[in-house]
């Protein structure tokens, strides 16, 4: 099957250019000024119209079974919302229950995933139990025909799936080890939980009880520790769904010594914040619960929309994780027991074109980079992905940038009753989306079909991660002093000598041998 784009402006991350596009079996196979419009070949014209690389949402949570719950968009209704908002590759997350093997928990997945999704789709994998066994399980899983290239860690949901700090420091070692990417969620689960209770027992059950129970200092705390436990392992690190300006300030400074740490903000974050925690009307509250939450400072998303023009938080996501109203309503004398996660995956792309590029804070190329490019690089399918060039594939949406959409739970595809968006009227809308070559979406209608996506095998070592690790390791390696063996008889008979104190042997700092917590 042949495509050809005419009239439109390519954008990639680093240029921007008036081009027509050709693309057969699901490629790219030209790029070029007035390409001719053959008999048999399927024409769109995108005229005023940008040509960018498909969103990639590098974290979702399809069909998760979370809270005696399980998420309500599944890897069908999931992928066509979105593609219907423009992106075409997800990296959703296998989340082994604790003591699982990760080999039993990652065929669970793909049996869930590859006869439903309708666009393509990489996966990450949680590490929510240590000991050797798992360490081995890591290595297999990284192999081409597994294809994982990340580990998340969380350091929340205590008793569920947060590991210690303990075991996150030995998760990330293997990580190096392997060449895959460290990502944690950065809370500090063992003090939420004290907070819960002392909240509940102080008759706080409502909503207003998670934001209350999950201040903004234990995210900046947790993710302060984990980039420095990152650092000491030498182990590049992800941060993911940054929610605070806190958070993201832990990144800089670790970022400034020369850590390889990268953190995500995702479109809940970065559209809306912490206030509807306290609104009177409990379903509208309970409908915001995720962690960590939404900030309750109002100024969070638009700095941390600029934290990503300014290149200090680096791609977008979403974290999408849907519980309908009847689910959020299971902890409504209880916030503790309101399933965590909101919607994004439809949205993530307008969102941050209105917030980003059309608020005037972002251009096109950057818009590119934080929905696209950089996903792709960091997770070692780029040029494949992320990028309108010849030979990569044709996952491509003809984006209006001046048009206007209104979100709601009335015209949105994924499988719950609401959305965190409701009424936002946002500027820049997916008029067509491709998915490999086929036009998976257009004049608002989806032409999906079940199981058409393709599993994305993603390879470790990604450039972009760990291209600096290896020099920085020889900085990291342990220092052995030569000595003659200690005789306690003779030590204690000896002459005091003047310079005994005296460190003779040459010795470097390593990075993150001298604290990084300055004030
Ligand atoms: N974020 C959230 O509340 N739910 C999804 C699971 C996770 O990523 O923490
Ligand atoms: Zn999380
Ligand atoms: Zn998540």
Redesign the pocket.
């Known amino acids: 099957m042949s495509l050809l784009i005419k009239n439109g402006t390519i954008v990639n991350d680093d240029a921007m250019f008036k081009s027509d596009v050709l693309v057969h079996d699901g490629k790219i196979i030209e790029i070029s000024t007035s390409i001719e419009a053959t008999p048999g070949l399927e024409v769109i014209d995108a005229t005023d119209r940008f040509v960018i690389p498909g969103g990639i949402d590098p974290h979702t949570h399809m069909q998760l079974p979370f809270m005696g719950e399980i998420a309500k968009d599944d890897f069908y209704r999931g992928t066509e919302a979105a593609v219907a908002g423009g992106t075409t590759m997800i990296i959703d997350f296998v989340i082994p229950s604790k003591g699982e093997s990760l080999l039993v928990a990652y065929d669970r997945w793909r049996g869930w995933a590859d006869p439903k999704v309708v666009c393509d789709y990489g996966l990450s994998m949680a590490i929510t139990t240590w000991n050797p066994e798992i360490a081995k399980e890591m290595e297999i899983v990284t192999r081409p025909d597994y294809g994982i290239n990340s580990f998340k860690f ?1 350091l ?1 949901y205590a008793g569920v799936f947060m590991v210690r700090d303990e075991e996150f420091y030995q998760g990330m070692l293997q990580c190096a080890k392997l060449r895959a990417l460290a990502r944690v ?1 950065a809370e500090n689960g063992a003090v939420i939980a004290e907070r819960c209770e002392h909240l509940l027992s102080s008759g706080i059950t409502g909503p207003e009880g998670h934001t209350q129970s999950r201040p903004e200092e234990l995210e900046a705390e947790a993710t302060f520790r984990a980039c420095t436990m990152a650092s000491q392992a030498n182990c590049p690190l992800y941060v ?2 940054v929610m605070s300006k806190g958070a993201a300030a832990a990144i800089a400074h670790h970022r400034k010594k020369g850590a390889v740490v990268f953190g995500e903000p995702i479109a809940a974050g970065l559209a809306t914040d912490g206030s509807h925690y306290y609104n009177e009307d409990w379903l509208h509250a309970a409908r915001y619960v995720m ?1 960590p939450p939404l900030s309750r400072d109002p100024s969070t998303p638009n700095a941390l929309m600029k934290l990503l023009a300014a290149g200090e938080l680096h791609l977008t996501a979403t ?1 999408n994780c849907t519980f309908d109203c009847h689910q959020k309503s299971l902890g409504k004398d209880d916030f503790t027991k309101i399933p965590n996660g909101v919607n994004g995956v439809e949205d993530r792309m307008s969102v941050v074109w209105d917030k980003g590029v059309h608020a005037g804070i972002i251009d096109p190329m950057k818009f590119v980079s934080v929905t696209s490019t950089m996903a792709a690089k960091i997770f070692n399918c780029y040029p494949q992905k992320g990028r309108i060039a010849v030979g990569s594939d044709a996952d491509i949406v003809i984006w209006n940038g001046n048009s206007t959409r209104t979100i709601s739970k009335d015209t949105h595809h994924h499988a719950i009753d609401f959305n965190i968006f409701e009424g936002m009227q946002v500027h820049g809308v997916p008029e067509i989306t491709i998915c490999r070559g086929r036009v998976v979406w257009s004049e608002g209608q989806l032409k999906t079909v079940q199981g058409s996506g393709r599993f994305i095998s993603l390879a470790p070592d990604s450039q972009i991660v760990f291209s600096a690790v290896d020099n920085r390791g020889k900085a990291l390696k342990p220092v052995k002093i030569e000595r003659v063996p200690y005789d306690s008889f003779a030590s204690s008979h000896k002459e005091s000598d003047a310079n005994a104190n005296v460190v003779k042997t040459k010795s470097s700092i390593p990075p993150g041998g001298i604290s990084s917590i300055q004030f």
């Open positions: 969380f929340a969620h993911v769904h962690s974290d």
